[in-house]
T-cell receptor, first 110, second 114 residues
Framework: EDQVTQSPEALRLQEGESSSLNCSYT??????LFWYRQDPGKGPEFLFT???AGEEKEKERLKATLTKKESFLHITAPKPEDSATYLC???????????FGTGTRLQVFP | EAGVAQSPRYKIIEKRQSVAFWCNPI?????LYWYQQILGQGPKLLIQ????????DSQLPKDRFSAERLKGVDSTLKIQPAKLEDSAVYLC????????????FGPGTRLTVT
């Protein structure tokens, strides 16, 4: 069964303290791995799509990387406005559905 | 560019009542998805449409849930009768087409069943 596991469940950082979020997956025929950000009371906001091992993408203070078994979301010098839940999802096989992990709740304190 | 619109934003009903949610996707997007997000979990796909046809409804509880996308644009999701375990946020998403494209989500409808 396709599965996505995110860790840690929650992360508290001081402003400027860099860290990484992990997304490990077990799927048959990965087609894409997606990172989303979700603020309380809102729908997920698309951040990145990664298609193959070795691929990296960056946006402001965020950098996503992909290996054959996991993806990392690196946050460099975070700011309080980066506080949110970060969701990882995979698309695999012959279906378009996104299989989501349970997310990492990030809090950045000034 | 306008995003995915959903209404209502909040709904409280008693168990065994019925409820309907509405979604208007991003203009020009062919695919439309309904996801259910239970508190503390990631979204789970309920149904996917390509234009006005169903692509995947394997995880839709068809004894109580139904969805339609008439004319290939707006969509409605209905629950009848509702159960306590249906309390969740119902998210609508749209995508350019079938395939590995990003899906854009609406704000969701928070349903509470008492």
């Amino acid at each position: 069964e396709d599965q996505v596991t995110q860790s840690p469940e929650a992360l508290r950082l001081q402003e400027g303290e860099s860290s990484s979020l992990n997304c490990s997956y077990t799927v048959s025929g990965l087609r894409g791995l997606f990172w989303y950000r979700q603020d309380p009371g809102k729908g997920p906001e698309f951040l990145f799509t990664l298609y193959s091992a070795g691929e990296e993408k960056e946006k402001e203070r965020l950098k996503a990387t992909l290996t054959k078994k996991e993806s990392f979301l690196h946050i460099t010098a975070p700011k309080p406005e980066d506080s949110a839940t970060y969701l990882c999802a995979v698309q695999a096989g012959n279906t378009d559905k996104l299989i989501f992990g349970t997310g990492t709740r990030l809090q950045v304190f000034p | 560019e306008a995003g995915v619109a959903q209404s209502p934003r909040y709904k409280i009903i008693e168990k065994r009542q019925s409820v309907a949610f509405w979604c208007n996707p991003i203009s020009g997007h062919a695919t439309l998805y309904w996801y259910q997000q239970i508190l503390g979990q990631g979204p789970k796909l309920l149904i996917q449409f390509q234009n006005n046809g169903v692509v995947d409804d394997s995880q839709l509880p068809k004894d109580r849930f139904s969805a339609e996308r008439l004319k290939g644009v707006d969509s409605t999701l209905k629950i009848q009768p509702a159960k306590l375990e249906d309390s969740a946020v119902y998210l609508c998403a749209s995508g350019v087409n079938i395939g590995t494209y990003e899906q854009y989500f609406g704000p969701g409808t928070r349903l509470t069943v008492t």
